[in-house]
C-alpha cells in the first residue's frame, strides 16, 4: 500500500470517479485513479475529501487502455488522518500534469462539433487528466434529466478557449445545488445564470486559478473533454452573496440584509 493525496472527486451518473496524486520525486507528482472493487464509480457515501491522504494499491491496471492510462488495480482507500490545504494541493498539481495550450493537455487537438463541447479521439490521446491555468471563465446553468447543471467557457493564457465544458467537480455541483436548489423555472435560468457569473467571476482570479481538464470513457471513437476540478473551490460567502441576489429579483418584500465579504 502506498500514500496519495485525492486531488479530484467528479460526478458520474452512479456515483464518483476518483483521481488522486503519487509523489514520485521531489517537487514531481503524477496522477493516478484508483479504482473501487467494482465499476467505475465509487458509490455514495463517499467518506473521503478532496486534499485527503489515502492509502491504496498503486499497481496499475493490467486491461489499462489509452487514454486512461491512470487506471490502479481495484481496492480500497484508507485513510491516513492526514489532509492538506488548498493552496498546496494546486502547489502539487502544477507539479504534476500541466500544459499551457490545448494540444499538450492531453498529446492531441481537441475537436469540437458544431462549436458545443471538445473532444478527442480515443487513439490519439496520451493520457486522461491534466491542469492547466485559466485567464478567464463564464458560467451557464443548464437543466437535464438529473436536474440543475453547470457549464464553463475557458480561456487560456495560450489565447485558445473551450466552449461548454460540464463541469463534473463535485465541490461546484454541490455549490450549486445550495445555491439555487435542484431546477430553476426555465424562464428565470438565464437571470439566475448572471447571478452566478456576477458573483464568482472576480473572484475566480490569480495565482490559484487552476483547471483539471479530464477525458471521459471512450464512446463511439470519442472522450469528451470535462471540467474536472476547478480552483478557486467554492466559498460559503459567494453562497450567501447568490442567494442575497435571487432574493432581490424574487417576491420577497424585505430582501436580506447584503452579505460581507472579508477582503482578499
Same mark, same amino acid.
Given at each position: 500500500m502506498a500514500e496519495v493525496i485525492i486531488s479530484d472527486i467528479t460526478i458520474m451518473r452512479d456515483g464518483y470517479c476518483v483521481i488522486a496524486l503519487d509523489e514520485v520525486g521531489p517537487g514531481l507528482?503524477?496522477?493516478?485513479?484508483?479504482?473501487?472493487? &467494482?465499476g467505475f464509480a465509487w458509490r455514495t457515501p463517499f467518506p473521503h475529501q478532496r486534499g485527503d491522504h489515502v492509502e491504496c494499491d498503486l499497481r496499475a491496471?493490467?486491461?489499462?487502455?489509452?487514454?486512461?492510462? +491512470?487506471? $490502479? /488495480?481495484? *481496492?480500497e482507500l484508507n485513510a491516513t488522518g492526514r489532509k492538506v490545504g488548498e493552496a498546496e494541493l494546486i502547489r502539487y498539481l502544477c507539479q504534476a500534469e500541466f500544459s499551457e495550450n490545448l494540444h499538450d493537455l492531453f498529446g492531441a487537438n481537441p475537436q469540437t462539433s458544431g462549436g458545443g463541447n471538445a473532444w478527442v479521439a480515443s487513439g490519439e490521446a496520451t493520457r486522461s487528466i491534466c491542469a492547466c491555468r485559466y485567464r478567464q471563465i463564464w458560467f451557464q446553468l443548464f437543466q437535464n434529466a438529473e436536474g440543475l447543471r453547470l457549464r464553463a467557457r475557458l480561456g487560456l493564457f495560450s489565447g485558445e478557449s473551450l466552449r461548454? $465544458?460540464?463541469?463534473?467537480?463535485? +465541490?461546484?455541483q454541490r455549490f450549486i445545488e445550495a445555491a439555487f436548489g %435542484? !431546477?430553476? %423555472?426555465?424562464?428565470?435560468?438565464? /437571470?439566475?445564470?448572471?447571478n452566478l457569473n456576477r458573483t464568482v467571476y472576480p473572484r475566480l482570479r490569480g495565482k490559484s486559478a487552476l483547471a483539471r481538464i479530464g477525458l471521459a470513457r471512450e464512446s463511439? *471513437? !470519442?472522450c469528451w473533454l470535462m471540467l474536472d476540478s476547478l480552483f478557486p473551490q467554492p466559498q460559503e460567502v &459567494? $453562497?450567501?452573496?447568490?442567494?442575497? $441576489? +435571487? *432574493?432581490?429579483? *424574487? +417576491?420577497m418584500g424585505h430582501p436580506p440584509k447584503e452579505p460581507v465579504e472579508n477582503a482578499d
Open positions: 507528482f503524477r496522477s493516478v485513479r484508483p479504482m473501487p472493487a &467494482w491496471r493490467k486491461d489499462a487502455q489509452a487514454p486512461h492510462t +491512470e487506471d $490502479l /488495480q481495484r *481496492g461548454s $465544458l460540464p463541469v463534473v467537480d463535485r +465541490e461546484w %435542484p !431546477r430553476i %423555472p426555465v424562464d428565470q435560468v438565464k /437571470q439566475s445564470t448572471a463511439a *471513437g !470519442r &459567494w $453562497l450567501k452573496r447568490i442567494r442575497y $441576489l +435571487e *432574493g432581490m429579483r *424574487g +417576491e
